[in-house]
């Protein structure tokens, strides 16, 4: 057993500025695609109750002139002030909103859904607010649709399963095969505006009214402060307007490299297991393609494809890659969240000497390694603890103490990442270190706690969408349709 601790990898900015934190580096340096002092308008239209609409609204005029951090905590690197969002610092963007993009659903629509049975409420939400997203499809001035989610929703009453993201299982099923993607809000609507050309943002009242008590948990407040709740909205809004704010820095002496996870998701239709993949380079540029079939195997009861669907989905994959960037990986690194049959090594590596690629490295990342590792005294493993096991299995910590905030910022024990090397001519630390890089390049978050890499966060964020929408139907390849 052999122990290393990998240094948190930096990020580039606006300029080739780099630092490790998103926002420290937006801070000091701006978005990654500012070019010139053009400021970028972010075109929104808004969706929901008046007064929703209202509420937020005031609140994004705040945050355009910044707001501060905590004062009552010795973290300033871990809470930061939001710098806000306009034209001469942060993003140098703007959000702009007119009469004509604001949709305003009359309250008696919404009280209609009180006392439904929950899955009904949520069904009728969803057709509700779909209409207002089909009357804004054809407007050539609106580039991403906010939409203020009801408050008398109980979706969470459906299912008491997690389904949080940085939960690595492998089709959305628990161990006793029981589906744990439950049909909420979020899934549906993300599901129906997929025929949309713009990508939508779902913000909860808490988001911007910290005073909110649920009615159906009584529970109130935020789980954030608010300068983390601004740099986590604006971060996702600028992504959706076609932004970059923050790339992975590529050296010169590189091989131009991309990055695919790979995950199931049973259809909603017909519960057959279903591939996906997400393609992404060192620039944050993704792609996402849906696959074919997958059938679960009697040895392990995951799911697997088949030779020639492997071979189909990488192909694809590379091929949506080269038309959409107009070039084309030399090497790719392959994530996925089950290990690897002969039979699916076989096809990749034959879409491998198709594509021309260079190197195939062929990673099985897991959350079920039962190994730990302990610290003297009360913190947690340093995130980027990395511990070599054996020639190919091997544990990496993305969760834990952060020696740049001085703190440890979650709220639960961290579990290691297992990482097992099915195929690899990296060295095991250069494969280590770009899966935690690839933690990082979540825009739905500016903090370094990311647990799971963005390639298997977003399939399985993708998957879970995917089986609301119809199997034959066209899929986005934006990720900003998912997020």
Request: proline residues 6%; positive net charge.
């Amino acid at each position: 057993m052999r122990a290393t601790f990998i240094e948190e990898p930096l990020l580039e900015f606006a300029g080739g500025g780099r630092h490790i934190d998103p926002r420290h580096g937006i801070w000091d340096y701006g978005p990654a695609d500012i070019k010139d002092p053009t400021p970028r308008i972010v075109r929104a239209a808004i969706i929901g109750p008046q007064e929703s609409i209202d509420g937020l609204q005031a609140w994004l005029d705040r945050c355009r002139l910044g707001i501060g951090a905590m004062t009552d905590t010795h973290l300033t690197r871990l809470y930061v002030p939001f710098p806000g969002f306009d034209v001469t610092h942060g993003f140098r963007s703007i959000i702009n909103f007119t009469p004509r993009l604001t949709r305003a659903i009359p309250k008696r629509q919404l009280d209609a859904l009180n006392g439904l049975h929950p899955k009904k409420a949520v069904a009728a939400a969803v057709d509700i607010y779909d209409t207002e997203l089909a009357a804004l499809h054809d407007e050539p001035s609106c580039d991403v649709v906010i939409v203020c989610r009801p408050d008398n929703l109980n979706d969470a009453a459906m299912s008491k399963a997690p389904k949080s993201p940085d939960v690595l299982e492998v089709d959305g099923s628990s161990k006793d095969g029981r589906d744990v993607f439950v049909a909420d809000f979020h899934a549906l609507l993300k599901a129906r505006s997929l025929r949309y050309k713009q990508p939508i943002q779902i913000v909860r009242r808490n988001t911007w009214d910290a005073t909110f008590k649920d009615p159906h948990t009584g529970r109130a407040g935020a789980n954030q402060d608010e300068a983390t709740r601004a740099w986590n909205l604006h971060t996702a809004l600028y992504y959706k307007n076609g932004g970059v704010p923050w790339r992975l820095p590529r050296e010169a002496s590189d091989l131009a490299s991309c990055y695919i996870g790979i995950a199931f998701h049973k259809t909603a239709d017909t519960n057959l297991h279903t591939s996906v993949a997400q393609i992404y380079n060192q620039r944050g540029d993704g792609v996402i393609v849906r696959g074919g079939p997958a059938t679960v195997s009697k040895e392990d009861r995951q799911p697997h494809l088949s030779e020639d669907d492997a071979r189909d989905l990488l192909e694809t994959a590379l091929q949506r890659y080269r038309t959409e960037h107009r070039t084309a990986p030399a090497r790719v690194v392959l994530h996925k969240a089950s290990n690897y049959t002969a039979a699916e090594t076989a096809g990749f590596n034959q879409a491998a000497n198709t594509e021309r690629l260079d190197v195939l490295e062929l990673l099985w990342l897991t959350s079920s390694d039962q190994l730990r590792l302990y610290r003297k005294g009360q913190q947690p493993p340093l995130r980027g603890t990395f511990v070599s096991i054996g020639e190919k299995r091997h544990l990496l910590y993305t969760t834990g103490a952060v020696p740049f905030y001085k703190t440890y910022p979650g709220h639960y024990v961290p579990q290691p990442l297992g990482i097992r090397t099915v195929q690899a001519e990296s060295s095991p630390e250069t494969l280590a270190a770009e899966t935690l890089a690839l933690t990082k390049m979540n825009w739905n978050q500016t903090r370094l706690d990311g647990r799971i890499p963005i390639t298997l966060r977003t399939a399985r964020t993708v998957g879970i969408i995917l089986r609301h929408h119809e199997s034959d139907a066209p899929v986005s390849g934006r990720y900003a349709h998912y997020m």
